[in-house]
């Protein structure tokens, strides 16, 4: 079990479920069980694409990463390949499962299938795969959206390009651990910021979250050029839900960005249980 969970890197879960209230509440949708069946399929979506990327990665692995679970013997690379794409089509299921909207759930599952296959099969060498890894967290704003409307308003749109630059900031941070890259990219983590800024003059309860967000990434930067690189990206990561608490208080859900403000707090102690990167 704690090879599997090290494998999916449960430990940032609480981000995606973040994501998904993003999607929703903006959509309009009022609080329902069935609300508890998109959590659990955008939580399979990612531990999906988790595996699947320890999978594809496993030769890399045995030479620059020895220490995770499929160089080390804990399972084989045919076993993650097999569990990750059960987990993604788990996904699906249990997303089209939770509306009435099959067609736009349907939709939603299965580009955010097709996005992560697609990263996880090509994020080595290719100079886009930031951009994929951006493309993979807005897929999850959009497919709980999706679940709800088919018309997606500028508010799901601008939330989740927000969180698409903060995600390509990250990922060319997260390249800085094995590889030299360059360090301009990490200007798209000011793009959240400044859309915070300008959502926090329309609506003061943004603020304490774009304080939070500054804080969080600079000390995130500050990690980062001291070479703890693990330990920056996990920040980053874990900051994912205060992009997604901005929206919220912009839009008067002030409660439901307090949550995504636990959910940040959340995924940082889980990931002093299991590592977030």
């Known amino acids: ?41 955008m939580s399979c979506f990612y531990v999906g694409g988790m595996f699947l990327n320890d999978a594809f990665d496993h030769r890399w692995d045995a030479r620059f990463a020895p220490s995770r679970p499929i160089p080390r013997g804990e399972v ?10 059960a987990t993604l089509l788990l996904g699906v299921v249990l997303l089209v499962s939770s509306t009435s909207r099959l067609e736009g759930a349907l939709l939603g599952g299965c580009a955010l299938s097709a996005l992560i296959v697609l990263y996880d099969a090509w994020h080595k060498g290719n100079p886009l795969s930031p951009l994929l890894m951006g493309a993979c967290r807005v897929m999850v704003v959009l497919a709980a959206a999706l679940s709800v409307s088919g018309a997606l308003p500028a508010s799901v749109w601008m939330a989740a390009l927000a969180l698409c630059a903060h995600l390509i900031g990250l990922t060319y941070a997260a390249k800085q651990e094995h590889l030299r890259t360059h360090w301009w990219p990490l200007v798209f983590l000011l793009a959240p910021l400044l859309w915070g800024a300008w959502l926090g003059v329309h609506a003061l309860g943004v603020w304490p979250y774009w304080l939070a967000l500054a804080i969080a990434d600079g000390l995130a930067l500050r990690k980062l050029f001291r070479r703890e690189v693990p330990r920056a990206v996990a920040l980053f990561i874990a ?37 977030g990167t």
């Open 1 to 41: 079990m704690s090879t599997w969970l090290r494998l999916g890197r449960v430990s940032n879960l609480p981000t995606v479920i973040s994501n998904a209230l993003v999607g929703l509440l903006l959509m309009g949708a009022a609080p329902s069980p069935a609300w508890a069946l998109v959590f659990a399929a």
């Open 76 to 85: 084989g690379a045919r076993s993650v390949y097999v569990a990750g794409a």
């Open 239 to 275: 900051s994912i839900s205060l992009v997604d608490a901005m929206a919220l208080a912009a839009h008067g859900h002030a409660r439901v960005a307090l949550a995504c403000a636990v959910c940040f707090a959340a995924t940082l102690q889980l990931q002093g249980w299991v590592r």
